[in-house]
Structures are given as C-alpha cells and as structure tokens.
C-alpha cells in the first residue's frame, strides 16, 4: 500500500499506523542495550554489525568469538553467542587450537589495537602467515581504552593519547604498525579490509567486509582479517560530537579504508 | 527514542540526512543532554547506524520513490 | 602381556593419545623435542592434531582453545619454555581448563615451577614425577584423567633420562583408561541464540540473562576445589622403610638411583630407606611426616639448590632433622644431570650423612 501524501514527521515514540520499521532499537542478540562504554564510543556500533553479520549467514549457533582485553569485552556479557575470553594479545593462537578441533565452525577474534598490534603482534602474524581458518577482528581506536588512553602500537603521529598529551611524535615513539596491510601481502591470507564505523556509508560497507570474511572462511579460503577504526574520544580528549571527525582526519590518515585484499576470484 | 540510554554524544545529529535532529538543553536521568527529533525524518536510518547507545527505532512511510521526492525537498 | 623395548617419548606420547589426547602443539627445545616428534608420529592414527607453533606461548594457547572445546589437549616444553606459559597454565587454571603440561626438564631445576607455578592468581597444578619410562607412560594416561576429573592444569615434570632411555614396557592394548566425562561447559557453538549462551572467562561474570558467580566467589571456589584436590589425590612410594632410621627423599629419576645405592647399604647393614612422591602437588605430606617421625633423620637427594626440601620440612614440621645432600649438578652440556646423579657418589653423600665410613 503506497502512501502519497507528503511524509510531515513521525511522533518521537510509539509505533505510527501504517509505517514500516526499518530499524530495530538493538539486534536481538544483545540481551541487553545497556554497556559501560564511554559516550560516543565506537565500539558498540561494531558489535550490532557483528551480530548483525552473525545471524544474517546463520552462524549465531555454530560461532565461537575468542575476545581479548579491552573495553570491547563487555560484548561477552550480553552478545547471546559463544566466547571465550582470552589472555591480553593470544587469541589467533586460542582460536587455532577451537577451528582445528571445530573445523566446521565460524571461529573468530574480537581484539583491540592494542591486544593485537602491542601484545599480541606474533599472534596475529604468525597465525596470518600459517594461513589458519579463522577470522580475526581488530577494533582500532589507537589507545589502551580500558587502562586509561594510552598509546598503542597503531597510535598515529600526532594523535594525543595520555601517554603523551602533546601527539604521538616520531622521535620518541616511533611510527604505527599497520598490521591489515602486512598480513595482506602473505600468501596464505584469504581477504584482508580496513572499515570504520564514523558514518552510515561506511557501517554499511564494514558489514559488507564482516561478511565477505565469514563467507571467505566458510569456504575454507584461509585466513582472514577485518579491521574496523572506531572512536574514543575518552581517549583522544575530544568532546563526543568531534570523535568521527577527529577519526577521519587523524586516525585515517595512515590506513586507507577498503578491501586491501580482496576474496580470490571464483 | 530511547532517551533513557542516550549519552548525549550527538553523533547522529551530522549523519541526519534531512537534518530533523538537535540537541537540545534537556537532560534524562543520567545527566546526559538529549537529541530532540524534528518534523521531516526520512526514515533513513543513519541515526540508528551510528547511536552507540541503541537509542533508535526507526520507521519509513511510503515508497522509494516518494522519499527520494522528500529527500530532494529538505534539500539535503 | 607384551613386551617391547621403547623409549620414553614414544612410551609418553602412546600412552597420551591412547588415553585420548587429541591435540599437541609445542615449540622444539631440547630435551622436549623427541616428545614432541614423538607425538606428531602418534597423533595420526587417531585423526588428532598436531601443529609446531611458532613460539611456546602460542602452543599454550592452542592447547587451551583446544582444551575449551572439551578435547582433551595438551602442550609442553622444557622448563625454560614452560617458563613463557605461565600466565597462559594459570589461565587455564582460572578458566578450569583440562590442560596438559608435560615439562621435559633438564634436569630437575624446575622443582618449584611446577609446583609453585610462576603465573597469578590462587591456583595449583597436580604435577606427577615419573622416575622412569614405565612410570612416564602411566602418567601420560593418568594426567588427561586428573586434569578432566579436577578440570585444573596438570603438569607431567620428565627429563632427559625419562625421555630418551629406552626401556621394556607392556604393549598390550592400554588398560581401559576411564572414559572422559562429560564437558557441558565446552564450546561448541550451539549454545548461541538460546538465551543460556556460553561464555568461558576467568571473572566468570557470565551474561545479562545467566550472571555467574563473579571473580570473588569463583576463584574462593577454585581454591577449594584445589584444597580437595590437596586432600585426596596425593600419590607416592616407599622402599625398604620397614624399620628406617635414615630416610632419603628424592623425586623423578633420582629415584631409581637412590633405590639402588639404599640396597647396596641395607646390604652393609645401615636402617636406610627411601621416600619417593609421585605427585610433587599435592606433596604426600600426611604419609611423609608419618614416616619421619619413627625416623632419626630425613636426607633430601635433589639436583638443584634445594627446592622439594622445602615442602619436605614443611611435612616433618620440625619433628627429626631434615638435610639437603646434593646441590645443583649438570653435565657440561647443562641439558643434563650431572655428576651428582651417580650411584658413586650418592653413596658416599649418603654413608656421610649417616654417619658410616666409605
């Protein structure tokens, strides 16, 4: 039924006659809306596409999400999936050992820059470089959140952090490791894609890489990685409402976004 | 609009593609100031893309076309 | 009942997979590498998993995802490599994980390792010491069985004797190794989207619709749990203790040795016995401080600075003297026992120590 008088707004609760919802408050999946996560926080936007992602191949009954130490972790407390909450850096190594005894299954690994690129670096490029079936998933925001902001190994030049309120400089901290890129020039690395979650175009082209990397899984393609940039203005010391920017202009600055290794051709 | 749950981080105010959304002075229980919805909201969905807070349940009227119409007529 | 000639490692690595071991994932260091090797010639035949990680941490991890998913899985390394997986055996531990650890030691510096563990938190790992290759078979069954009963770590503390000698052992179709229990809390997926999703996390806060205990209730319960453990699992042997007025305490394979020298000096006379715990966690304390107290005196036979000798006086609690009389000894290479571990000289150590001439 097509309605053809002019759309004059909707009230700001309650459900109008006639309309169509198009978005729910919040995934089924999360038993609960509400987190501890920082006010304009990205976090929480990965996870609702990750589960999102999850049950739309199906996977919510046959996945098991190896999440490391960060501010992310709560996702363990109300994301109705199976975890297993691992040691700060390990969990491409803890994953291996769950898809080689659960081949069959989606297995992947929720981290955050500084669980993978800081502690965790061998993990992460040894399990690439082995080619292992698993998915890992790096939540970039270039500060340890959960400890207080400091800098990280993905922390970009000039980025303020609590380590150095002044910006990241070269000749004291060096420069980032940008893992998504090195891991996309091994041979045995399926599909590598750098998102973001700052705006509604680039959600919707990070759900398409989540999904690209569970399917490149399934089909047993090799390893895959996605990483996603999201805010924390707690942590850059930027008012809530300047966090995307400030993730454009600062944090995008050494990545580029996009699929850095595509799916192999079929 | 749950408001309840909002953090008052404004991100959905510059994603707001027919620009129904402000901020306003008001707070809710937990001191955070809140968005306040305007008449001509699309039902795009970019506000409940980006609420970190799953503040949003959106609903749309009518067809492609007609919105697309709408669109152009809040000129944004 | 048939009798084959096999070395330790193979003994080892058989027992493990026939007791159903699955999956194994190690670093090479010497003296751990023929276990290693040993298990990756094994683990076909039962269509298990094998895989040379790149670094000892990461072994550990696999073994513990592995572990997670209810197989029964283990890891190991020589002590210095075990050294890197502390935090991870203190996670499994933390996490009731049935994790294996089989530390091929050189030698038997990583006393307190084992036993003490180097990782955080209130947590234990039954460690069992074989002494020799019949022993090391029996215990790489027995470990699975501990770690899934307990569901703790369980640390398998050989060396390169018990690795490399070969000796005669039984054959036959292993003694039927009890059947593993149930896991219902292993991952397998299928608990997602139910509402009762599953979630393995050392807080153990669990989730919005099934809330866990939390950090402070679970890890006072793990303690517990280790505190029974303590109470019923300690495991040791005696020899020619019948009326000994000198008793010589040692572990591993030291006490082969010691048996053989207590038998050369019960021969000239001497009221000399040995005392040898199976488990160095739990220590046999009870069934040692029984023993010493009809004694005139314990000796403590180890090759390091002096590590068992602590929980040794902490069991004869002040009751009969208690003497450390070896030392650190390794062979020059320093991946073996050295000169200490010798019939020769143990005698002379002991015929000191009670007081008799050479």
């Not at chain 1, 297995?107 to 993990?123: F, P, R």
């Not at chain 1, 901290?173 to 890129?181: E, F, L, R």
Request: aromatic share 8%.
């Amino acid at each position: 039924m097509t309605d053809t008088t002019p759309v004059t707004g909707v009230p700001a609760d309650g459900r109008p006659e006639g309309a169509k919802k198009v978005a729910s408050f919040a995934p089924a999946l999360l038993q609960s809306t509400e987190h501890h996560l920082c006010s304009g926080c990205g976090h929480p936007v990965a996870w609702r596409i990750l589960v999102e992602v999850l049950d739309e191949l199906a996977l919510v009954d046959r996945s098991i999400g190896v999440v490391g130490h960060g501010c992310y972790t709560q996702i363990i407390t109300t994301a109705d999936v199976e975890f297993l909450q691992c040691l700060h850096g390990r969990a491409p190594a803890v994953a291996t050992g769950v898809k080689r005894m659960l081949p069959d299954r989606a297995v992947y690994t929720l981290q955050g820059d500084g669980d993978m690129v800081s502690e965790g670096l061998a993990e992460v490029l040894h399990i690439a470089a082995r080619g292992e079936s698993i998915t890992c998933l790096m939540l970039d925001n270039g500060v340890f959140g959960d400890t207080g902001g400091q800098m990280t190994a993905t922390t970009t030049v000039g980025q303020r952090t609590k380590t150095d309120l002044e910006g990241r400089a070269p000749g004291a901290y060096g420069y980032p490791i940008a893992v998504a890129d090195i891991v996309a020039t091994f041979p045995g690395v399926a599909y590598v894609a750098r998102g973001a979650v700052d705006k509604p175009n680039a959600i919707a082209r990070t759900r398409r890489y989540l999904r690209a990397a569970f399917e490149s899984q399934l089909r047993g393609e090799g390893f895959s990685l996605v990483e996603i940039l999201t805010m924390c203005p707690t942590g850059w010391a930027v008012p809530t409402d300047q966090g995307a920017e400030y993730q454009r202009e600062q944090r995008g600055t050494v990545a580029p976004l996009g699929e850095l290794k595509p799916r192999p051709a079929h | 609009m749950a408001l309840d749950r909002c953090k008052g981080c404004a991100l959905c105010v510059p994603v707001c593609q027919p620009g129904v959304l402000e901020m306003t002075t008001e707070r809710n229980a937990k001191g955070y100031v809140l968005p306040r919805l305007l008449d001509g909201c699309t039902g795009c969905r970019a506000c409940a893309d980006v609420c970190p807070d799953f503040v949003f349940e959106v609903y749309r009227f009518g067809d492609v076309e007609h919105e697309a119409e709408h669109r152009q007529e809040a000129g944004r | 009942m048939k009798l084959v000639l096999r070395q330790g490692y193979d003994a080892m690595a058989a027992a493990a997979v026939d007791a159903g071991c699955r999956f194994f994932a190690g670093y090479p260091m010497l003296p751990f590498t023929g276990l290693l090797d040993a298990f990756a010639r094994e683990l076909p035949r039962a269509d298990g998993v094998w895989i040379q990680a790149d670094t000892e941490i990461e072994g550990a991890n696999m073994a513990l995802g592995a572990a997670a998913t209810g197989a029964r899985a283990a890891t190991g390394s020589t002590g210095q490599g075990v050294a890197l997986m502390q935090e991870t055996i203190a996670e499994a531990a933390l996490n009731e994980l049935p994790l294996v650890v089989f530390t091929i030691g050189r030698g038997q510096q990583d006393y307190f390792q084992c036993t003490r563990g180097g990782g955080w938190g209130d947590y234990r790992t039954i460690t069992l010491a074989p002494a020799d290759v019949v022993e090391a078979a029996e215990h790489s069954a027995l470990a699975f069985e501990l770690a899934d009963r307990w569901l703790t770590p369980v640390v398998v503390y050989g060396d390169h004797l018990v690795g490399f000698t070969q000796m005669t052992i039984d054959d036959s179709p292993a003694h039927e190794a009890a059947p593993a229990p149930d896991k219902p809390w292993a991952l397998d997926g299928s608990s997602g989207g139910t509402g009762r999703s599953k979630v393995i996390w050392t807080w153990r806060q669990g989730k919005h619709n099934t809330p866990g205990p939390g950090p402070n209730v679970h890890w006072r319960t793990v303690a517990e749990k280790y505190d029974e453990v303590a109470r019923t699992e300690a495991r040791h042997v005696t020899y020619r203790v019948d009326d000994v007025r000198h008793l010589v305490v040692s572990f591993g394979s030291t006490g082969p040795f010691v048996d053989y020298v207590v038998d050369e000096l019960r021969a000239e006379g001497h009221a000399i016995g040995a005392f040898r715990p199976v488990t160095l966690w739990p220590f046999p304390s009870a069934e040692l401080a029984a023993l010493a107290a009809r004694c005139d005196q314990v000796l403590v036979y180890e090759l390091n600075a002096g590590q068992m000798v602590d929980d040794v006086r902490l069991a004869v609690n002040g009751a009969v003297p208690v003497h450390s009389i070896a030392g650190v000894s390794q062979d020059e290479s320093g991946m073996r026992q050295g000169e200490l571990l010798g019939v020769d000289t143990m005698r002379a150590r002991l015929l000191d120590a009670i007081g008799g001439r050479s």
